[in-house]
């Protein structure tokens, strides 16, 4: 394993410890990695109105564009609760998908998004997960 893909699994681990989540009791930390070598990371908030819920990749766009990021996404990691279910690695959901590829199109970049599971990490690429991706590209 790479130096930055251990870092950034462990960054969306820690993360996940501080979900707000007492609702599901579902945590999920998210880490993104930019081409300076920062992370920054995000946590599912929930809501007791549920749909407001928000998700942890989401949260950790909202940062990275808080801190006036636009662009340079290398690499995201998710991590869900590795008790649960089957175990099998989380994928963004639909939503985040599109919320990681505003980021990434600013960029010009197609992060790999490590997908964390109880007994694999699976690497995918965003384009992967969302093809024909309607981007910023499309309103020039
Ligand atoms: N959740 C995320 O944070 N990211 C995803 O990609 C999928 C789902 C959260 C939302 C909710 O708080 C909990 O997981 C259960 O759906």
Redesign the pocket.
Known sequence: MSKNKDQLIAAAREAATK?Y?P??D?Q?G?ALLFDDGAIITG????NASYGL??????VAVARAFGEGRRGGLTAVA?V?PLDKGDGSP????GR?RQVLNEIAGLGGTDPVIYCVGRDEVREVTLAQLLPHAFGPSHLD
């Open positions: 979900a989540a609702y599901s579902y999920v998210a946590t599912n908030v929930e819920t928000v998700c942890a990749e989401n998710v869900g989380i994928t963004p959901c985040c």
